[in-house]
């Protein structure tokens, strides 16, 4: 068959609807071919009008660049509710009114400095180190309870229950209502998803969940502040700025919710993505449970290769021309950190799961302004629960591969993970 060739001078119409491929359902469990495509335009304007950035240096330099704004974010067409909030949760990417008591994630300098300089001071390294013998000892009470089964069911066993208990320990929450913490992290979750408030069902639970914990959170704070106790809203509540106490308490509930969501979820996305690939990669699960030592090496690799992050948003304040574009002021840009993470201009053979790679330079907890604050926290948390269980788990396998995937394509992570097992030590 004669080999079919495009005609001279014509280049073929770069495809703009490769972002909303990836929002697809349907790419969920494999995005990375499309990632790699995206990748041949580094800054590339959709059919929609966003402009998706995919390549290392690029997202780098946006990463660090002023002119991209996280708090004036392209307006949605959702009308408010009053409540400024509320309206935080609904139209996170919207309403002028709301952007004085988001959370800094949604914040620029100097608010954002401000607020993430009161955040940074309560994490402290002796607060987080602190969290090693809590960590192993729920870890291990987890994997405990699946003693008799033949099965782990890795998301509702462990995953989900570990990162929700150490954020409400070092919150300042009390063990009893940790399961209704669980509950609203995982409802508020898909507020950070592109297209959550086109359903008017997520934005009735988001609501509903917002108003039961910005509640919870407000009578909590009080208690904080008659009878402190050493964990960080204790911390934080006391540190408010007495000249303006109403602002303080916005500023308190949004920060308390942003570090149950932004650490929650991304962290179950973690833990589940290090067993599934640990147990797509045999021999590198087998060398992670003769040598602990590897942990570290092994979780900065599946930052870069199975983030739970794969995209965040940002709005260009002013034209910025780079790789050849330029992106006009207003637009919104999709720093779609995950195919940074595997562009082959920076990692060799980048669709390689390799722990030994040098030079590291992953973008799974961001870069720049905003780079995660729960880090140390994260890294922690994910590498004892992979030792204890690549330790603890005899035989482990996958049950089914591909595994089903949540929805969110931003926040990316499998429902469920089964793995089957002979026991457990
Ligand atoms: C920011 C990832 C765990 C709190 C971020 C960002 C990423 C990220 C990519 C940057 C967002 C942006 O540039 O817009 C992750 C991953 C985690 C994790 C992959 C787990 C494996 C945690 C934990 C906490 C946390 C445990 C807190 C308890 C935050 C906060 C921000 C943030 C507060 C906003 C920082 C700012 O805007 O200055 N995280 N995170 N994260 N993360 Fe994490």
Known sequence: EEPRVAPAGTAPAPDDTLFAQILDPANRANPYPLLARLRERPVARQRDGRY??????????????????????????????????????????????ATAHRPLIFRDPPAHDALRHLVMQQFTVRRVRGTHDRVTAVVDALIERCRGRDRVCLVEDLSYPLPVAVICELLGVPEADEPQFQAWATQLS?????????????RRANVASFDAIADYMKRLIAEKRRRPTDDMLSGLANHADPATPKMGDFDLISTAILLLVAGHETTVNLITNGMLTLLRHPLELERLRRDPERAPRVIEELLRYEPPVHFRTRKALGDIAIAGETIPKG??????????????????DPDTFDPDRADNQHFGFGGGLHYCVGAPLARIEVEIALVRLCQRLVRPCLARDPPPYRPGAALRGPASLEITIDGIL
């Open 190 to 202: 898909t507020a950070l998803e592109p297209d959550a408030r086109r359903d008017e069902d997520t």
């Open 52 to 97: 998706a950035v995919s390549t290392h240096a690029e997202i780098r330099s946006l990463l660090f660049d002023p002119r991209l704004s996280s708090e004036d974010l392209p307006p949605s067409r959702r009308p408010h509710t009053g409540h400024v909030l509320k309206d935080w949760i609904l139209n996170p990417i919207k309403d002028r009114v």
């Open 331 to 348: 637009a919104a840009v999709m720093l779609v950190l995950a195919a940074a993470s595997r562009d082959p201009a920076c990692f060799p």
